[in-house]
């Protein structure tokens, strides 16, 4: 098995993409027990006109067709930013074993920053998480997106 580091630059080459195609960049993969990348997304709501279409979404619909099982057990989704209460929602109904993120996202983010809505009694499944790989290049990226964005226009 190749280390978190390895499977976030994996991510991290998603974001790019996502830049490129002018949404937020952010970037997913999902990666399956043997350490096999089974999915590779990035964020792509403005382009499929889908508010649901983020990144971790993404990876976690591709994973499960590339399973057959919408059961992620034994899986583990690296994103190159910490994930909202959507995609949150989303990784226990996979029961992925674990995420990991880049960069906190001070706004939106519920595993750590905002909230932590893992360590609420509800929730019939734990997803272990670790936080902060790559989050300087995460933060580098989007922080390069939103300059553009707001820079004037000539």
Known sequence: MRSD???????LDQAHLAFKAGEVPVGAV?????????????????ARHDPCAHAEVQALRAAGRALGNYRLDGCTLYVTLEPCMMCL?????????????????????????KANLLAQPWFNHRVAVTAGVQAAASKRLLKAFFSARRAPVS
């Open 5 to 11: 580091e390895y499977y976030m630059h994996r991510a």
């Open 89 to 113: 929602g989303a990784m226990v109904n996979a029961r992925l074993a674990r995420v990991v993120y880049g960069a906190p996202e001070p706004r939106t983010g519920m595993l750590e920053s």
């Open 30 to 46: 999902v990666v399956d027990a043997a350490g096999e990348v089974i999915a590779a997304t990035h964020n792509a709501p403005v």
